[in-house]
């Protein structure tokens, strides 16, 4: 049965150059081929509107400089408000 089968080496060679050339180049072209479809996540990257947005305009990034700093300041009010109540007196160096 195997008889008919038979394969000089250089048939063979030829045959195993053939399979090891065509094996990467079939995969990647199976993957490279409709891959939304293929490797599509509903909800893996983020929606655009719910990123922060980085300020490019020179008004823009004024208006986050005082937004941060106002951000700042209302924390450090809140922070020395609640050490007032815990009896927590600030150093002379700090001030």
């Known amino acids: 049965m ?3 089968f038979r394969m000089s080496r250089s048939t063979f ?8 050339l065509l094996t990467p ?3 990647m072209y199976y ?5 939304d479809k293929k490797f599509n996540v509903p909800g893996f990257w983020p929606d655009p509107n719910t990123l922060n947005k980085i300020p490019k305009e020179p008004y823009e990034i004024q208006a986050e400089l ?3 700093r ?4 209302e924390k450090r009010k809140r922070l020395e408000e609640r ?6 007196e600030p150093d002379e160096e700090e001030k």
């Not at 106002?70 to 300041?73: E, P, S």
């Not at 050490?83 to 927590?88: D, M, P, S, T, Y």
């Open 2 to 4: 195997f008889n008919r």
């Open 13 to 20: 060679e030829l045959a195993k150059f053939s399979f090891y």
């Open 25 to 27: 180049i079939s995969i």
């Open 31 to 35: 993957v490279g081929i409709d891959t």
């Open 66 to 68: 005082v937004r941060m």
């Open 70 to 73: 106002k951000a700042n300041l």
């Open 83 to 88: 050490a007032k109540e815990l009896g927590i």
